[in-house]
């Protein structure tokens, strides 16, 4: 049967996708050589709840591309698939699910919540995973794994152990000494009632206020406060009684431990040591010195809050400044323990040098009788007006400012000092340093190495608890008297207790904790699978630069303290998807565009090849749908080479279909030149994938199927196929060279070559198991490569000199060969033919010299022209290209002036002076074609 003019991608990839399954074409293993190294990927494993986002298709785009190339090249290949349970994630989903049935999470015991998030996961939690299969991802789909595989209420058919992985892990290390239970400052998400991550925190500038305060000195005392500029000279010199501090959450003096200033600051030097009255509240509490405070910013004394600022903790902890906590869970101020009046008291004590203990300060409510229960904005409203009332309210600045958000709660995250559970990090951080300092792991680019070593260099514990149900529950029971059993089980705990009676710590895993144990958990870890003896360490990690530290490390860290391995040898760190103006895409922007969308409209295979072209190492792409299109087109190109291929019988049963070319010695010189290019480009595409260089290797096969393939070699073709001696042997080097071109582009474009190989021909296996070629230099022959490609250059440049002087595209002209060597000679007369037929010559005659009235074609080893004279209007031409680069060059100076204005470039959005350097360019790249053109016109006159 006739292939259809046009590859429908719609009907064509589900067929192929399902041909694939049949067969298990991406099991483990399969299409591997006997012997055959491993190599293998661990999939990034998206939340349960996802879809699919263009950050997903470019990850997954350069992972399969990976997968699929080494899987035809015999490896024996693992492609890791899986899911993470996504603790905060998932229960918002089901809670917003019950929440439309009128019901609460808290309306059922927690193996009741459990149980329904179980329900909707079979439901509904398969969605990323056939979307992934919609753009081709060649995962071992038998294999998915999940994160909460074996926890206890998992259904039929989720019986894995990564649950028993993730608790066997968690046991060692805090028998070890690694894992703690303590009390510091967290990410607080007062909507779900628990500790994030910094991952889950967004940083939105709004429009916010600075409150200048007078905080009074204790005891009436005064100072002389002097203001110098930068001369040194004094500007103010007054008398206060008072320091003045600057705060944009006025609420949290309520839990102010001190005032710190910079020990350099000379005017706040006579007050150092003193005692200023906190506003409102019955206290004193310290001015201190600490490096912290910016003595060019506000005021340069900072009130220090340690139970809820991230900078103030440091400094509390550097002065032994008590951290009072002012919050509930929910972010209203606390109303718990006792009155009022007997806590002021206590912390006068504290602040007079007092023994305490961190328990105690963290019971001490010191939030005054009257905000008590208050939510915590409108308690910020009763104290600016109360300060306000006293007097103490120097002034109320409008500033733009950086507020946290919860990134799926999206309320104001509070940092909250809570009792959580920690791994000490600074105990098992140095291998994963060492990893990559040593080589045993690169990370490309190589420039994320400083954000790795940056994080890893200055890390912090790691929180690992949050206050969900959803997740890995925390296998540590407590007595009656707090003491801690860590134990696998209840059983095995309530053993270790004596037969006491315990309670289990509600608390459940941070998901980056089993996350980070993905590379062994997925292979059956910790039992010795024969995958994991197999597949462990995994080859290659492919991910986005926005978890270097979150995932990355912590899985380097974690591989190294279990198992002491790395879990990969190299990190491949991929740049950002943004909207064609180089802006990050986002909802409210309006510019997000979906991948589902963009493969309804023009197949995964484009989507796939324009995600992979734009790949250079390092830099985002500018994502656009005329991208897409373009490329498109591209296996639109090969299509019709293909029907061309076919109507000339290239298909035919008696055209032997060869995985290897016959020696060609005798081939006519075009053949031999396309096979000596598809050969060259063979070791060019492995060269590029050998070393990330994805969008190389897209941009070369580009440039051959199009460029020498489609156009080149079919033109050259077409009188070879028209002539009995030249017929047989052209059919079988095109047949050869289009399943090359099927091959070498499937791991990029598979849907569309693996339907192209099907519909061409008997085969013993599908593209995907195809055997990928290791030919090379002994394919290309010299003499023929040169020959053709010094026709290709002519005929270009005919074509080119044409375009520049407008001459009508059906119009014939007449070439003089005005001098030549002798392989130029040979070249033209063994392809004048092509020549005259593709660049629209009627004849070539021999010339002494250019006559006036034509322009030059110069090529290596000759030089040709072409008389234009009564062809075009010289004159009218010069005009017109002069106005055009006039026009241009004006536009030119106007954008140069905005680039050297540092302003401009230092003032305006980084995409907006990315497009105007990226204008610049391209006026600049016409302005010299404009000028070529005026130059051959001055030829002519």
């Not at 059906?810 to 004048?832: F, R």
């Amino acid at each position: 049967m006739p292939m259809e003019k046009t590859f429908d991608a719609n009907a064509a990839e589900s067929r192929i996708a399902a041909a694939w399954d049949s067969v298990g074409a991406f099991a483990a293993g399969r299409n591997a050589r006997d012997g055959a190294d491993s190599f293998s990927i661990m999939i990034p494993p998206p939340n349960v709840t996802g879809s699919l986002h263009m950050g997903h298709a470019f990850n997954n785009t350069l992972q399969d591309i990976l997968v699929r190339w080494h899987r035809m090249r015999g490896f024996d290949t693992l492609w890791q698939p899986g899911q993470d349970h996504a603790g905060i994630a998932t229960q918002m989903v089901v809670e917003r699910e019950l929440a439309k049935a009128g019901q609460r999470r808290t309306d059922f015991s927690r193996e009741e919540f459990t149980a329904k998030i179980w329900e909707w996961k079979a439901q509904s939690g398969g969605t990323i995973i056939n979307q992934l299969k919609r753009l081709g991802a060649s995962c071992d789909w038998s294999r998915n794994a999940f994160t909460m595989s074996g926890a206890p209420g998992a259904p039929a058919g989720e019986d894995g152990n990564f649950h028993d992985a993730v608790i066997k892990v968690f046991v060692e290390m805090y028998n070890k000494g690694l894992i703690y239970r303590g009390k510091r400052l967290v990410n607080w998400d007062p909507h779900f009632e628990t500790a994030i991550s910094d991952l889950e925190v967004e940083n939105v500038e709004v429009d916010g206020q600075f409150w200048h305060f007078k905080y009074p000195l204790a005891g009436g005392e005064t100072y002389t406060y002097v203001e110098r500029d930068a001369d040194g000279n004094v500007v103010l010199e007054e008398v206060r009684d008072y320091i003045a501090i600057a705060t944009t959450r006025p609420e949290t003096m309520l839990g102010d431990g001190a005032v710190a200033v910079h020990p350099d600051d000379p005017r706040y030097a006579p007050i150092v040591g003193k005692m200023v009255h906190l506003p409102l509240c019955d206290r004193l509490i310290p001015i201190i010195t600490d490096e912290y405070p910016d003595p060019d910013f506000g005021s340069g004394a900072v009130k220090i809050t340690g139970a809820h600022d991230f900078n103030d903790y440091a400094v509390a902890k550097r002065g032994n400044i008590p951290c009072y906590r002012l919050m509930d869970t929910r972010g209203a101020l606390r109303s718990d323990g006792g009155d009022y009046d007997a806590a002021p008291a206590r912390a006068k004590e504290i602040a007079s040098g007092s023994t305490t203990t961190e328990a105690e300060v963290d019971a001490l409510n010191l939030v005054p009788a009257k905000y008590r229960g208050m939510d915590r904005f409108d308690a910020r409203a009763a104290v600016v007006a109360d300060i306000d009332a006293l007097g103490l309210m120097i002034a109320v600045e409008d500033k733009k400012i950086m507020q946290p958000f919860g990134d799926r709660s999206k309320v104001v995250i509070e940092p909250m000092l809570t009792d959580q559970w920690f791994v000490d990090t600074l105990q098992i951080v140095q291998p994963a340093i060492d990893a990559v300092r040593d080589g045993r792991t690169q990370i490309l680019p190589e420039q994320h190495e400083k954000v790795y070593f940056h994080w890893l260099e200055n890390i912090e514990p790691w929180c690992i608890s949050r206050q969900l149900w959803w997740g890995h529950q925390i296998p540590v029971w407590y007595d009656a008297e707090g003491k801690q059993y860590c134990a696998a089980t209840e059983a095995e705990a309530q053993a270790m207790a004596g037969g006491s009676a315990l309670t289990r710590d509600p608390d459940v895993l941070d998901t980056w904790f089993s996350s980070g144990l993905w590379p062994i958990g997925t292979l059956g870890w910790p039992e010795q699978t024969p995958e994991l003896q197999r597949y462990f360490p995994t080859s290659v990690l492919i991910t986005g630069f926005d978890i270097i530290f979150f995932w990355v490390a912590r899985m380097m860290m974690m591989q190294l303290a279990v198992v002491n391995q790395e879990p990969f040898h190299t990190v491949y760190v991929h740049a950002l998807v943004r909207d064609e103006k180089g802006k990050k895409m986002s909802k409210s922007l309006g510019n997000v565009l979906d991948p589902l969308d963009l493969i309804d409209q023009f197949g995964a295979d484009a989507v796939r090849f324009t995600l992979t072209a734009m790949a250079a190492m390092g830099r985002d792409l500018k994502l656009s749908t005329a991208r897409i299109e373009g490329y498109r087109n591209f296996g639109t190109k090969l299509w019709n080479a293909t029907r061309f291929a076919e109507m000339n019988g290239v298909f035919a049963d008696d055209v032997p279909q060869t995985a290897t070319i016959p020696a060609a010695d005798d081939f006519h010189t075009v053949n031999q030149w396309i096979i000596g290019e598809t050969a060259k480009v063979r070791v060019e595409v492995d060269a590029a994938l050998e070393s990330y260089r994805f969008n190389d290797a897209a941009n070369a096969l580009y440039a051959f199927v199009w460029g020498k393939v489609c156009d080149w070699y079919v033109e050259f073709a077409k009188p070879l196929l028209a002539d009995e001696s030249t017929a047989s042997e052209t059919k079988l080097v095109m047949r050869w060279v289009l399943d090359q071109c099927y091959i070498l582009l499937h791991p990029i474009m598979p849907f569309v070559t693996e339907e192209l190989w099907g519909q061409t021909g008997a085969r013993a296996k599908m593209l995907v198991h195809a055997d990928w070629p290791t030919y090379g230099a002994a394919y290309v022959n010299p003499d023929a490569d040169r020959e053709m490609n010094w026709v290709i250059s002519l005929i270009e440049g005919i074509r080119s000199a044409r375009a520049q002087m407008r001459v009508p595209m059906g119009l014939k002209l007449p070439m003089l060969q005005v001098d030549g060597d002798d392989a130029a000679a040979q070249a033209l007369a063994s392809n004048a033919a092509l020549v005259q037929r593709l660049a629209r010559i009627d004849s070539i005659t021999p010339a002494a010299a250019t006559p006036k009235g034509a322009i030059t074609v110069a090529v290596e080893g000759a030089t040709f022209a072409l008389p234009l004279e009564g062809v075009i209007d010289i004159a009218a031409e010069q005009g017109r290209l002069s106005k055009s680069l006039e026009k241009l060059e004006k536009e030119l100076g106007g954008i140069r002036g905005r680039l050297n204005n540092p302003k401009f470039v230092d003032s305006a959005p980084e995409e907006v002076v990315a497009e105007t350097r990226e204008k610049l360019a391209l006026g600049e790249e016409e302005a010299g074609r404009l000028s070529e053109a005026l130059r051959r016109l001055a030829e002519l006159a």
